[in-house]
């Protein structure tokens, strides 16, 4: 199975802040890659697909890039709504695998 | 406005079965492509199983661990997916939702909200 490491696990940051999430790929996927966010007791939600096509809906202060097998989320300016939980999903492969997740909590 | 609605979740002994629906509204179902994903207790998320669609002749696909146990189904003409669970163990217990894939790339565009399903005796 194709693993993503996600890094940092967990940040702290202030509204306003700009903020950057790393899924590190373990073997090559090309762009087939998805950032969720999920916030406690609800479902995940699609931000970003194809490594950095922006979901219909989603504020544009959420951006994603491919380098290689790294991939990044980035939010421009952090605002108090997206305090949750990311992860990376690749969808090259079978399984489909999801990243450890990145936990990001008020400073 | 898409809604895709779990149900049939509850609490069940190792060793048994349940049952999970998933009913969809506000998309065409029978174009998109349909996953299970499950989320143990404080755990990050974890594939469980997909159907394609009728294009793709209904072809399914598993996590190895729950390949065997668990089946994954559809009924097009009731917009509904289902998720057939034998042969339960305790790590089994999770949040399980249902998503659509669509397009390309196949990310998983919406998800229900969930159901618990706990294994236990």
């Known amino acids: 199975d194709i693993q993503l490491t996600q890094s940092p696990s967990f940040l702290s940051a202030s509204v306003g802040d700009r903020v950057t999430i790393t899924c590190r790929a373990s073997?090559?996927?090309?762009?087939?890659l998805a950032w969720y966010q999920q916030k406690p007791g609800k479902a995940p939600k699609l931000l970003i697909y194809?490594?950095?096509t922006l979901q219909s809906g989603v504020p544009s202060r959420f951006s994603g890039s491919r380098s290689g097998t790294e991939f990044t989320l980035t939010i421009s300016s952090l605002q108090p709504e997206d305090f949750a939980t990311y992860y990376c999903?690749?969808?090259?492969?079978?399984?489909?695998?999801f990243g450890q997740g990145t936990k990001v909590e008020i400073k | 406005e898409v809604q895709l609605v779990e149900s049939g979740g509850g609490l069940v002994q190792p060793g048994g079965s349940l049952r999970l629906s998933c009913a969809a509204s506000?998309?065409?179902?029978?174009?998109?492509?349909m996953d299970w994903v499950r989320q143990a207790p404080g755990k990050g998320l974890e594939w469980v199983g997909r159907t394609r669609n009728k294009a793709n002749s209904y072809t399914t696909e598993y996590a190895a661990s729950v390949k065997g146990r668990f089946t994954v189904s559809r009924d097009d003409s009731e917009n509904s997916l289902y998720l057939q669970m034998n042969s339960l163990k305790t790590e089994d217990t999770a949040v399980y939702y249902c998503?659509?894939?669509?397009?390309?790339?196949?990310?998983?565009?919406?998800w229900g909200q969930g159901t618990l399903v706990t294994v236990s005796s």
């Open positions: 998503a659509s894939s669509t397009g390309t790339y196949r990310q998983f565009d919406f």
């Open positions: 194809a490594a950095s």
């Open positions: 073997q090559g996927i090309s762009s087939y």
């Open positions: 506000g998309f065409t179902f029978s174009d998109h492509y």
């Open positions: 999903q690749q969808l090259n492969t079978y399984p489909p695998t």
